[in-house]
């Protein structure tokens, strides 16, 4: 992948944000590091530390893709979700993401928030192989953004050797989202539940590209 002025300009800001936080002060910090000027850094990140968190935030979600299609995870398929997510948490700085936990906390940056967690899930359910076009394409990565975003949080609070009680975590999470699904399948073997479903819930398709020219993303 090349390597950006904005690639820079965010590795740069990065090493400011332990002690700025995640936030404009990092971010012009960054700027002065490589003699960028602060209109072109604005260009770059233009909602400050929220553009800062969300970037670091998808070039660890890029890095899990690539992850899970070069070592894709064996075993189980909760083993592989529980995996997935394991390495997610592996491609970050503990420090860094609370800095930009705090950010996006903030109700300005709620929607921005569930954004990049409800990615996050689709990379994994994606880099897995789920193959869902209709209503199960949501409720999939709904109930999977609900683990990360736990899952997270757990993690980011876990003084145990090797994070071992997030790893635990992790598996009793997985277990829910699984008896989830297994009630699913379930409910759709009784008689007319399917139809009924279909009735209910055909119409609904999952998204199709929306990288359309001139788009970008803060």
């Given amino acids: 992948m090349t390597r950006t002025d904005r690639d820079a300009l965010l590795d740069a800001a990065l090493t400011h944000v332990p002690f700025e936080g995640m936030n404009d002060r990092a971010l012009m910090a960054g700027a002065r590091d490589l003699t960028m000027s602060p209109d072109l850094a604005r260009v770059h990140f233009p909602q400050g530390g929220a553009s800062l968190a969300a970037a670091y935030h998808r070039r660890a979600d890029a890095m899990l893709r690539d992850s899970l ?6 075993g189980r398929f909760r083993d592989r979700v529980a995996e997935a997510i394991w390495r997610r948490l592996m491609l970050v700085d503990a420090e860094l993401v609370r800095a930009g936990a705090a950010t996006l906390s903030l109700p300005q940056n709620a929607a921005l928030a ?25 409720s999939k990565r709904a ?14 609070g876990d003084d145990s050797p090797d994070h071992r009680e997030t790893r635990a ?50």
């Fill in 69 to 74: 299609a070069q070592t894709p995870p064996g």
């Fill in 114 to 138: 569930a954004r990049l967690v409800w990615e996050t899930a689709d990379v994994i359910w994606t880099g897995l192989g789920d193959g869902s076009r209709d209503v199960n394409w949501y």
């Fill in 143 to 156: 109930t999977l953004s609900a683990v990360v975003s736990a899952t997270v949080l757990f993690w980011l």
């Fill in 169 to 218: 975590f992790i598996d009793r999470r997985i277990d829910g989202v699984m008896r989830f699904e297994q009630v699913k399948s379930t409910l759709r073997k009784l008689p007319g539940a399917e139809k009924l479903a279909q009735m209910a819930f055909g119409w609904i398709r999952a998204p199709g590209s929306r990288d359309l020219p001139g788009r970008t993303r803060p």
